[in-house]
Every structure is written in structure tokens, then in C-alpha cells.
């Protein structure tokens, strides 16, 4: 005997099939899959160190100008300054290029 197969019998797997393979496919690729997570993780770490330089970098300058206020004069830093800024030198030096 030929068993027939209902048409519900061969829908509701395949039904189910598609909307398991959807969420499957939502889960990985979708607005909040896992590949947009490893690429969100990412972008924080590349923040998270872009931060810490600029930290680094406010600090020093914090520092050096507390060393140039008026409450504070560091002389071997203002003269590295003027040296560097406007170019000056002392007479007995040489300046080699």
C-alpha cells in the first residue's frame, strides 16, 4: 500500500524548518547577533585604548603646564620652550641641522 502524505504533514515541517531558520539566521547575522556583538566588543577595546593614550597625554600636559603657571616655574623647561618655539640659541652654541 502507497501511503499518501497530507498536505499539513509535509507544510508543518517545512514551516517549521523556515522560522527555525530564521531565528538561526537572526541570531548570527541580525541588528543584535553575535556578529554584531564581536564587532561592538571591538570597537570598545580600540575606544578603551584611544582613551587611556589620551589620558596619558592630558596628564603630560597638565604637567607641563603647571611647570610653565606662575605659581610654578620650571626654568630648564621654559628655556627648552623658548629654544624650540622661536629658535633662539646662545651665542657659544652651535646648531647643526
Not at 593614550?53 to 603630560?60: A, C, D, F
Not at 603646564?65 to 620652550?81: A, H, K
Amino acid at each position: 500500500m502507497l501511503r499518501t502524505i497530507s498536505l499539513t504533514g509535509a507544510i508543518l515541517p517545512g514551516l517549521l524548518f523556515v522560522v527555525g531558520f530564521y531565528f538561526t539566521f537572526t541570531a548570527v547575522q541580525g541588528n543584535n547577533g553575535l556578529f554584531q556583538r564581536i564587532q561592538v566588543e571591538a570597537e570598545r577595546d580600540r575606544l578603551t585604548t584611544e582613551l587611556e593614550r589620551l589620558e596619558s597625554q592630558t596628564t603630560r600636559m597638565e604637567i607641563l603646564t603647571l611647570r610653565l603657571s606662575d605659581n610654578y616655574l620650571d626654568i630648564d623647561l621654559l628655556d627648552e620652550r623658548v629654544r624650540n618655539v622661536l629658535g633662539y640659541a646662545r651665542p657659544d652654541e652651535l646648531i647643526l641641522p
